[in-house]
């Protein structure tokens, strides 16, 4: 059984920082990509960021250059390194896995998730 359980969410004023983390009972490790996810209010579950098996990872383009995502092995955690956040990154954040290695940042492509953490960012 996968059972991932995300943590660090938070309320946070604009060009502050946040580090989400995804803990993983299992080994991340046999996971071929995990991810980042967000969902606010009305919209759509969107794609933040991949890491896949071998390192390589890819970002949405409104995150990059503010967002990190990356994992450790030894502690089975996926984290995202969130900073200069915006009011529009508030939203639930979800983490997810999947042994394929067909990841994308479409959430059709994953099939373990987490129960999400709250992430708002005020102006």
């Known amino acids: 059984e996968v059972l991932l359980v995300e943590s660090g969410g938070g309320s946070v004023q604009a060009g502050g920082s946040l580090t989400l983390s995804c803990a993983s009972f299992?080994?991340?490790?046999?996971?071929?990509?995990m991810a980042w996810f967000r969902q606010a209010p009305g919209k759509e579950r969107e794609g933040v960021s991949i890491?896949?098996?071998?390192?390589?990872?890819t970002y949405t383009d409104s995150v990059k250059g503010r967002f990190t995502i990356s994992q450790d092995n030894a502690k089975n955690t996926l984290y995202l390194q969130m900073n200069s956040l915006k009011p529009e990154d508030t939203a639930m954040y979800y983490c997810?896995?999947?042994?394929?290695?067909?990841?994308?940042?479409?959430?059709?492509?994953?099939?373990?998730w987490g129960q999400g953490t709250q992430v708002t960012v005020s102006s």
């Open positions: 299992g080994y991340i490790s046999s996971y071929l990509c």
């Open positions: 890491i896949r098996g071998d390192g390589s990872t």
């Open positions: 997810a896995a999947t042994f394929s290695p067909l990841c994308s940042l479409n959430r059709n492509t994953f099939a373990y």
